[in-house]
């Protein structure tokens, strides 16, 4: 007899970017990032036949995995998170099909795994009918983090989760972004995908060879999220762009840009980009450019004929 009523849930998550500071929040220095909505993960729950167990679902991947009561926690991280998921809940025999499909390219900056663990999380809470409150989610969300991509900051799972435009320090409460004036960016893929665990170890080899160096740039990029979040506050937008690029300068010196993302760089600017970055990971994945206001179809035409695979427009809304 199965322990818990199932009823059909569905839920999703955001993908999101980084604005300034990634791989510098590893070490304790602010970043900002802010949700991108418009891409999304989500996962759909619906009751199985007594017995069958918990049936996971990755369609994008072709994936069926099976979890029975009693396994050892799995290897897959999404089977890994519906198992912590359902520790947590106090609800281990359940019989339900649960179905994940994602539109965040993985391995591209953009926190899909992230955002996969928060929609399955959801749906799988709401099909029990049990309230997963977003910080309980967010503490969740980065234990699956944990296990499977190394020391994150813990960025990804809080921006992913309360999908809002957060100023983030690591081991901190993280507080919500004051924006003066909305704002759009541009997010495009250079279409080369890379392992974030692969950079930030890249980073902390650079840190242990070369610690004075290292750590002065990352210093920098600190510096550079501090001065950022006035701005974004009063709504002096122009005034980000000449830190994007500075930020984005102190990243190559970290080893963590790529010819097709310094590329991409110099064609937002050459398209009339007030400023633009690398954003994520990096070594591949996705760059952010800041448009001024009706600038933003000349820059993307720039950024697809430098070769850009995707260039999506996102709006940060103005908050209090
Ligand atoms: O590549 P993404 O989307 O996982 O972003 C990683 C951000 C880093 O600062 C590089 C790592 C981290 O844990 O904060």
Known sequence: MPLVAIKPAQASAPAKIILFGEHAVVYGQPALAAPLSSLRATATAVPAPEGAGLTLEVSDLGERLILRPGELPPSHPLARAAALCLDTLGANEVDLTLTVRSQIPIASGLGSGAALTAALMRALSGALGVSLPDDQLNGLVYEIERDFHGTPSGIDNTV????????????????????????????????????????????????????????????????????????????????????????????????????????????????????????????????????????????????????????????IEAHE
């Open 160 to 315: 992913v989760v309360f999908e809002r435009a957060i100023y983030f320090v690591r081991d901190e409460r993280p507080a919500l972004l004051t924006v003066g004036q909305p704002f759009s960016l541009l997010v495009a893929d250079t279409g080369v995908r890379s392992s974030t665990k692969a950079a930030v170890t890249g980073v902390r080899e650079l840190v242990e060879a070369n610690p004075g160096e290292a750590l002065a740039w990352i210093a920098a990029i600190g510096a550079i999220s501090a001065q950022a979040r006035p701005f974004i506050a009063s709504g002096a937008v122009a005034a980000l762009g000449p830190l994007m690029l500075e930020n984005h300068r102190l990243l190559q010196l970290l080893s963590v840009s790529s010819p097709e993302l310094d590329h991409l760089v110099l064609a937002a600017m050459a398209g009339g980009a007030l400023g633009a970055k690398l954003s994520g990971g990096g070594r591949g994945g996705n760059m952010i450019a800041l448009c001024a206001s009706g600038s933003e179809a000349q820059v993307a035409e720039s950024l697809r004929a430098a070769g850009a695979q995707h260039v999506l427009t996102t709006r």
